[in-house]
């Protein structure tokens, strides 16, 4: 059996680097696979527990989310467009813009995602979630057959 060949030429010919750049190159794309992997990992874990521990819906959640979504758009960003290594002036006048983008999107989403108009007048969402928190709270559950008042209250029925 023959090894696999194609008609290209090997990275560090075609690009005129030697080996040892060669292997700069790839050990900097390992580094990056690992960040992400760990960043995504530690999301995935936070996110199964986030349920039983009751931090579903919080705002330090979001947050944690949000930055750590933000940490991983930063890192490729630096590494995978090459920001790092550009003049500190450019890394600003790429930077600021995108910063204050993603500040004014997450303030909104967290801020006034539920905003329907009027104190009290909550979203289709919020008011389905209001209720069967009620529900639950009450003891009460939708779709549950109506008992006669008078049962309640003893009352027999002949």
Do not use: C
Not at 27 to 51: D, N, Q, R, Y
Request: aromatic residues 14%.
């Amino acid at each position: 059996m023959s090894e696999f060949h194609d008609d290209y030429p090997s990275y560090e010919t075609m690009y005129n680097h030697s080996e040892e750049e060669g292997k700069k190159a790839r050990k900097v794309l390992w580094k990056v696979f690992w960040v992400m992997l760990i960043i995504t990992i530690f999301e995935l874990i936070v996110g199964s527990m986030a349920p039983a521990r009751g931090w579903t819906g919080t705002m330090g959640l979001k947050v944690l989310f949000i930055g750590l979504t933000v940490v991983k758009a930063a890192a490729i960003v630096i590494w995978f467009m090459h920001l790092g290594h550009e003049v500190k002036f450019l890394k600003y006048v790429i930077l600021i813009p995108y910063i204050v983008f993603i500040l004014y999107t997450v303030f909104i989403v967290l801020v006034e995602g539920v905003y329907s108009g009027k104190p009290g007048n909550f979203t289709r969402v919020d008011k389905i979630f209001i209720d069967q928190q009620k529900q639950l709270s009450t003891g009460h559950h939708a779709g549950a057959p109506a008992q006669d008042a008078g049962a309640e209250h003893g009352a027999e029925h002949h």
